[in-house]
RNA sequence: UGUCCGAUGGUGUAAUUGGCAACACGUCUGAUUCUGGAUCAGAAGAGUCCAGGUUCGAGACCUGGUCGGACAACCA
């Protein structure tokens, strides 16, 4: 699938037809280390490293860590696992913000000389204050005046470490009745008493974002500074403190495009460390979660991730993915690659009469239809077997091709049978379904070929091996649990049934599968072994099931 | 009562820069199938937010609206 040109790469196109920066093609990803990373930071890692990659440029990973108080290496750790994972690579171009807090420092002084920036003196509240509205002007603090020297004076006292946190702000002068309120005297930077996970107490003062970013990028020599939407309004202060610092022709330029954002889950990372700290999920890698590490142990694979990042397309309006996209991008890429297997996850007992009590065969099945290169494996076959509760009906309507009283039905690479008879306890519930078996309707045998209209995955019941599968579903039970009335909270839309964990019986060969390894169960969906497998006892996770038309039509007829 | 941005089938993205709106997902038919999966064939579904204008010709350009989003952290 060939992704559409987007509108960030025409504006490349057309720098290079100018050669503006001699052609030169250099992108970054540039995560706080805050949070781990999600689906809606994949997509925004496949478009720098993506058009890096097509243009034959660089593309930087650069930690935006400027606010010691949010930030730890638990995340940066993460952020690379991840970042990796996806497959990309930054090669020896690993960054931190914090590698030029000593630069960031030194331009501050000049812009201090300039008179492009001053000590402010007034509380968070007062500054607040001064701001004024979107819509009404802010006014000037009583310290904007300062002199040079005084103010040169006090920031050097401030990174010595004088002043309290909050007590002091370095700001930039610009306008305080500017109609964009970033441009209404922006805090360059705060005092913050707090150790740095990288520069330890050296500092105490910290640059802020637009401070920082601009910056950064212009040292690391990016052409093309891509971020999300909410920066749109950043642009003209990104601009205005390159052209602080900046000499020669070369300025980074910052393009907005439109953030990801997916039906039935939460992306921003609050909501998301919410959902962690309260323990409505099981941590960051928990599978319902949209991080990275969440649908990685949820069993995703890192091509169909990209392959979605391709598909989505790059834009400015807002967009809200359908999660059935993501899941067709996972279905597609499974369908080829994972090996099929059986398990019964509600089974029902059926035992085939006329099969010679302990008796037992081996069966040969097909791993992957899809790949011909994938083999055959066997499969102990014998009278008493597990087949989906769902799979029998004693009154079942039309079009229901399953097993059914005197009805016929294959047994998945084994045995064509017809119902005989069923045993039901005192509650109703069926126990026993009775069947014959037509011995010839094997493969290989004569009567191989005969047809009849529905094929049940199954399980030997003596050889069954009992299995953890946990059932995901969207976290979600409404499409945008972000759209709220009043008084109503993100939480109040939860899944409850999200998870639900049961036993399955499934054939042996699942007993070797470890974590991480991919299955399709036959009929069911795609299923990845956990990390929480332990060797001959592992566990699987439902990554996603597969299409299901009955279940389409048993809803239509409701 | 501000500034910035956006608007194309249900969803998302295109339209060779002004030449009778295409692709993917989803939906619906049918064929095929030892997975009601996959595959194959086909269909429905927008006349491009609205009103003007420029033009032989506008989704694209201009003007004015409407609707939606972002911005008033010492977050990024």
Known sequence: MKAPVN???????????????????????????????????????C??????????????????????????????????????????????RLFYASDYFEQLYEWA???????????????????SEYRGTVTRPGKESPFRSRS????????????????????????????????????????????????????????????????????????????????????????????????????GEYRPQ???????????????????LQLVNEGIVNGWDDPRMPTICGLRRRGFTAEAIRNFADIIGIAKRDQVIDVALLEFCIREDLNKRSNRAMAVMNPVKLILDNYPEGEEEILEAINNPEDPDAGMRSIPFSRELYIEREDFMEDPPNKFFRLKPGGEVRLKYGYVIRCESIVKDENGQITEIHCIYEADTKRGMPNSNKKVKGTLHW????????????????LFVKENPDDLEEGQNFKDFLNPDSLKTITAFAEPSLGAAKPGDRYQFERLGYFCADLDSVSGKPVFNRTVPLKDNWAKIGQAEK
């Open 7 to 45: 509108f960030i790469h025409q504006m490349i196109d057309e720098d290079i037809r100018n050669n503006k920066n001699g052609g030169r093609v250099h992108t970054r990803f540039p995560p706080e280390p805050n949070g781990y990373l999600h689906i809606g930071h994949a997509k925004s890692i």
């Open 148 to 247: 040079v020297e005084e103010n040169l004076d006090l920031f050097t006292r401030m990174k010595n470490g004088e002043f309290a946190d909050g007590t002091k702000v370095l700001r930039a002068k610009l306008d305080m009745a500017h109609p964009n309120m970033l441009m209404r005297d922006p805090i360059m930077y705060r005092i913050i008493h707090t150790d740095h996970h990288r520069t330890g107490d050296k500092w105490c003062i910290y640059p802020m974002y637009d401070y920082a970013h601009g910056q950064s990028d212009y040292l690391e020599g990016i052409t093309h500074s891509i971020c999300t939407l909410e920066f749109e309004i950043h642009r003209p202060l990104y601009e205005w403190y390159l052209q602080q610092v900046a000499e």
């Open 459 to 474: 399980v030997s019941a003596k050889h069954a091996l009992p299995l953890e599968v946990r059932l995901y579903d969207r």
């Open 109 to 127: 002084v000049k812009m201090i000389r300039e008179g492009n920036a001053y000590v402010d003196d007034l509380n968070a509240e007062q500054i």
């Open 254 to 272: 910052q393009i907005e495009f439109a953030r990801l954002n997916l039906t039935y889950t939460v992306m921003s990372k609050r909501k998301l």
């Open 47 to 92: 478009l720098n490293f993506g058009t890096a990659t097509k243009y034959n440029g660089k593309a930087n990973l650069r930690f935006d860590d400027t606010n010691p108080t949010k930030e730890d290496t638990e995340y940066v750790d993460s952020i690379m696992e991840d970042v990796r994972w996806l497959g990309f690579d930054w090669d020896d």
